[in-house]
């Protein structure tokens, strides 16, 4: 039965014979409400399994069950982004590669060869004889023993540790919420010029998020809003996309934020990051915060985290959470006048990078 599940995920195999376990072969039929790519893999194996009456094989999907639920709880190597299991993977012989991919969802595996350089895809063996489940079993221990791992001690309020806990797409959900709040903050006072014009680069969903985000946004200090338009005004001309747009600004914010956490917590949270975006915030530098600027950025992260859990997009316990920073330092003496940058300043910016992007038109395109 092990073997027959392999091309899936645990989530997919714990799925699947919980289905079978409770229903049998008639509730397959129920799969065909999930996205097609995982219909078709989970009826696949599902129909194989069912070839085995249920009553005869029901200790062993009960047994089953139990395993994938413990090896889902201790393994966090298949929550990695692909592009760092690739890196762990490159000092390995192509048999011990090829014999390591086959403990993935094939899925996966094809994602991790892609990111391998191609010379040493070519050495990879397409097909292997069965990895004895013992081999294959120290592989995958072997994979997991580079991750990083990291415990907060404290686990019933939200702390900058917090953020370790979270999944994959959550810490990524936040990142991007971060990024629209910093664009928001940019291009506020701005003018309807260069807002426009950032809008079309983002697109439709994009825009009307940060839209949205500009609407509700609270009053915030001329300091933060002239920290936010030179964030802005620095990763404009190099990242085209508008993923790359709104990550960055995310990352910014982000990286403040951590820069006081432990370096196991550190390295955590960055592999919960896709690679790209991991290995900037362990490199990037800083730039020098006051203690009253630091504790504003934390609670802004925070805050952006219970409210995404509040409207549903990450998990809801987020939400109920209190937030536990230390008492915040007075704030520093701040001049209203002269602090941000003007409309005119700021379409006077973007002109010039509507100039530049002029002149690589390959590179102004929005993806």
């Not at 397959?28 to 995982?38: A, F, I, N, Y």
């Not at 004889?129 to 990291?150: C, Q």
């Not at 540790?161 to 959550?170: K, P, R, T, V």
């Amino acid at each position: 039965m092990r073997q027959k599940l392999q091309p899936l995920s645990h989530q997919q195999a714990i799925l699947l014979l919980t289905l079978i376990t409770l229903g049998g072969e008639d509730d397959l039929s129920l799969l065909s409400h999930l996205p097609p790519e995982d219909m078709q893999a989970l009826q696949s194996v599902g129909q194989d399994l069912c070839q085995t009456p249920r009553k005869q094989m029901l200790p062993q999907l009960v047994k089953e069950i139990k395993h994938l639920i413990t090896e889902s709880q201790r393994s966090t190597v298949e929550s990695v982004d692909p592009e760092w299991l690739a890196e762990f993977l490159l000092g390995e012989s192509p048999r011990v590669i090829s014999a390591t991919l086959h403990q993935f969802p094939r899925s996966v595996a094809e994602r991790i060869v892609a990111y391998l350089p191609v010379h040493l895809q070519h050495h990879i063996p397409h097909t292997m004889h069965e990895v004895h489940p013992d081999i294959a079993k120290r592989l995958k221990v072997a994979l997991s023993k580079k991750i990083p791992t990291y415990t907060p001690e404290q686990t019933d309020a939200l702390t900058m540790e917090s953020l370790a806990l979270l999944g994959n797409d959550e810490i990524l959900t936040l990142l991007r919420e971060l990024g629209f709040r910093e664009l928001a903050i940019a291009f506020r006072a701005v003018g309807r010029g260069p807002l426009t014009e950032l809008c079309r680069r983002l697109g439709p969903e994009e825009a009307e998020r940060l839209l949205t985000v500009i609407r509700n946004l609270p009053n915030t200090s001329s300091e933060e809003t002239k920290a936010a338009q030179r964030t802005i005004r620095s990763i404009s001309l190099e990242h085209r996309s508008k993923s790359e747009i709104i990550e960055e600004a995310g990352l910014h914010k982000m990286q403040q934020a951590l820069r006081d956490v432990s370096d196991e917590c550190h390295k955590v949270i960055a592999f919960l990051l896709p690679r790209r975006v991991g290995k900037r915030i362990r490199t990037q530098q800083l730039l020098k915060l006051s203690a009253h600027d630091l504790y504003q950025v934390k609670l802004q992260v925070l805050e952006s985290m219970q409210s995404l859990s509040n409207e549903g997009h990450i998990n809801p316990q987020w939400g109920q959470m209190p937030i536990d920073l230390p008492e915040p330092p007075p704030p520093p003496e701040e001049s209203m006048v002269g602090n941000s940058m003007s409309a005119a300043q700021m379409a006077e910016a973007h002109a010039a990078e509507s100039h530049s992007s002029d002149s690589h038109p390959a590179d102004n395109q929005v993806h």
